[in-house]
């Protein structure tokens, strides 16, 4: 369809009109609607994939979807390359992972998550106090006055008490419900 204002290619690559709207100067928008078969995502996924690509990359520079790239490439024959081990030590590192903020009161030992016995006391002394009834920001206080200071030696607040109680009874929760 030729109109002076929009240029429309609907399936696939061909003799474009784009060219013809440049050289008169009329403005012009292009939309390329692709179809997505297993054949032409072969012919245009393969030659990249064979000069060294990723499918991830692929998957960028095609904007078809990895699953995609990956089942075509393999029903057509193509053997796909094994990880390599910079990818393999990634993959390994990814998930050994450990999340960025261990949770006040606990540490890392051999890969797990143990209790820290310094940060533990205070942990079990604020959850004494709110059981006695004190409100959260009357247990900051005290640690505060006691010039206890939390793991970044920052201040104690409310908010940070509240989400250590919360998290030592969901703790004896899971322990008392094995």
């Known amino acids: 369809m030729i109109c002076p204002f ?3 290619e609907i399936g696939g690559p061909g003799p474009t009109t ?5 050289r008169q100067g009329l403005p012009h928008d292009i939309i390329r609607f692709f179809q997505k078969t297993k054949d032409h995502i072969f012919e245009i996924c393969a030659p990249l994939y064979e000069r060294g690509l990723s499918i991830r990359e692929i998957e960028e520079q095609t904007g078809f979807a990895k699953t995609s790239i990956r089942e075509t490439l393999c029903a057509r024959g193509l053997t796909l390359r094994s990880i390599s081990e910079r990818q393999a030590a990634k993959t390994l590192a990814q998930a050994t992972m450990r999340p960025p903020i261990i949770p006040y009161g606990y540490a890392w030992l051999e890969g797990r998550l143990v209790l820290d016995p310094r ?3 205070v942990v079990l002394e604020a959850v004494r106090l709110w059981r ?6 009357a247990i900051a206080r005290h640690l ?3 010039k206890v200071s939390t793991r970044m030696g920052k201040r104690w607040t409310h908010a940070v008490i509240g989400a250590i109680v919360k998290r030592h009874l969901e703790a004896e929760k899971q322990t008392k419900g094995e």
């Open 132 to 137: 006695k009834g004190q409100s959260l920001t």
């Open 119 to 121: 940060e533990y006391k």
């Open 18 to 22: 784009d060219a013809l709207f440049v």
């Open 144 to 146: 505060n006055d006691k």
């Open 6 to 8: 929009n240029c429309l």
